[in-house]
T-cell receptor
Framework: AQSVTQPDIHITVSEGASLELRCNYS??????LFWYVQSPGQGLQLLLK??????LVQGIKGFEAEFKRSQSSFNLRKPSVHWSDAAEYFC???????????FGKGTTLSVSS | KAGVTQTPRYLIKTRGQQVTLSCSPI?????VSWYQQTPGQGLQFLFE???????NKGNFPGRFSGRQFSNSRSEMNVSTLELGDSALYLC???????????????FGPGTRLTVL
């Protein structure tokens, strides 16, 4: 069965420091992978997605993620974190048929000054 | 272009009651999906509707149902509410059903349901 694991429940990063949020997935075929961000009281906003091709994916707000098939990972990175990046981040995998997304439990990012 | 709207934003009900939540997709979008978000279970897929037909369903009891109208607006209904149904219910719309690099899902702000 498909599943997504985000090992870190909560991460605190200093403003200006780099960020890496981990995501591991379990899926038999080539997955469709996504990262979403959710701010308090808001819905989910898509940061980036991987369907095929280049394994390094660029997204909005300066985020990028790298698909590593051998490690079943799709980690999210940002070179320099801003205070406004504090939010909850969700990794998700989608089946190749249908629209249903399987989400990880999320990682809460706090940014310290 | 207006985003996905959900009404009401907040709702308080008591056990045993039923509730109906509404989702208006982005204009031109024909697919609507519903998700339940709770602290314990996280985000879980409920169902998807496309052109008034349920295309996909998650692993939820029959108390959870939905429908889609000809204008693509969707409603979900939960009957005989239980305390565990307290959650944020999110809907997402996309132009067409299915996942693809060109068919992004856009999420609404959610309806916060509290069951007392």
């Amino acid at each position: 069965a498909q599943s997504v694991t985000q090992p870190d429940i909560h991460i605190t990063v200093s403003e200006g420091a780099s960020l890496e949020l981990r995501c591991n997935y379990s899926y038999g075929a080539t997955p469709y992978l996504f990262w979403y961000v959710q701010s308090p009281g808001q819905g989910l906003q898509l940061l980036l997605k991987y369907f095929s091709g280049d394994t390094l994916v660029q997204g909005i707000k300066g985020f990028e993620a790298e698909f590593k098939r051998s490690q079943s990972s799709f980690n999210l990175r940002k070179p320099s974190v801003h205070w406004s990046d504090a939010a909850e981040y969700f990794c998700a995998v989608g089946a190749q048929a249908g629209t249903a997304l399987i989400f990880g439990k999320g990682t809460t990012l706090s940014v310290s000054s | 272009k207006a985003g996905v709207t959900q009404t009401p934003r907040y709702l308080i009900k008591t056990r045993g009651q039923q509730v109906t939540l509404s989702c208006s997709p982005i204009s031109g979008h024909r697919s609507v999906s519903w998700y339940q978000q709770t602290p314990g279970q996280g985000l879980q897929f409920l169902f998807e509707y496309f052109s008034e037909t349920q295309r996909n369903k998650g692993n939820f009891p029959g108390r959870f149902s939905g429908r889609q109208f000809s204008n693509s607006r969707s409603e979900m209904n939960v009957s005989t509410l239980e305390l565990g149904d307290s959650a944020l219910y999110l809907c997402a719309s996309s132009v067409r059903g299915g996942l693809s690099s060109y068919n992004e899902q856009f999420f609404g702000p959610g309806t916060r349901l509290t069951v007392l």
